[in-house]
């Protein structure tokens, strides 16, 4: 299993940390998996997207 370093340490290290904003797990793994170390995510934004709607309707 890959490790990454801890948003405590990206910080402590030079330059800038970038944490694209998801809102659900789906899209978190997805920034994961694009390569980042780091991922933003908002309990209202997280609250305020319907459970019902299909992943394809999300990214228009």
Known sequence: MK?????RQQLAAPGLVI???AYDGIGARQIEQAGFGAVYMTGAGTRLRPAATP??????
């Open 55 to 60: 992943i394809s309707a999300c990214s228009r």
């Open 3 to 7: 490790t990454n370093p801890t948003l």
């Open 19 to 21: 944490a694209p904003g």
